[in-house]
């Protein structure tokens, strides 16, 4: 399975951005994608999470403002972003894996700074 992350910049507090990462290769055995993001100096945290059942997961600092989805028809998910702060600059990395690990693969990552 390969990962491929876009959709990052440079944007200001209160902007938008729309993360996408598409899939290829052998993904039957998938259950849940989503969005991890690292800030300089500090370890990589869960952003969003979704289950191929639609079941949706944030972590508290981007609730209400990020939303996470997916298109099975073109094997993509997507993390769209609102409200940004500073704090949400970061390496954004997505991530598809089995629910017990078996299978676990990642993104090269796309950049997000938010910057006035």
């Known amino acids: 399975v390969q990962l491929q992350a876009s959709g990052g910049g440079l944007v200001q507090p209160g902007e938008s951005l729309r993360l996408s990462c598409a899939a290829s290769g052998r993904i039957r055995n998938i259950n849940v994608m989503g969005w991890y993001r690292q800030a300089p100096g500090k370890q990589r945290d869960l952003a969003a999470t979704?289950?191929?059942?639609?079941?949706?997961n944030y972590a508290d600092s981007v609730k209400g403002r990020f939303t996470i989805s997916r298109d099975s028809a073109k094997n993509t998910v997507y993390l769209q972003m609102n409200s940004l702060k500073p704090d949400d600059t970061a390496i954004y990395y997505c991530?598809?894996?089995?629910?017990?690990?078996?299978?676990?693969?990642w993104g090269q990552g796309t950049l997000v700074t938010v910057s006035s």
């Open positions: 991530r598809w894996r089995t629910y017990s690990y078996t299978e676990d693969y």
């Open positions: 979704i289950t191929t059942g639609g079941i949706t």
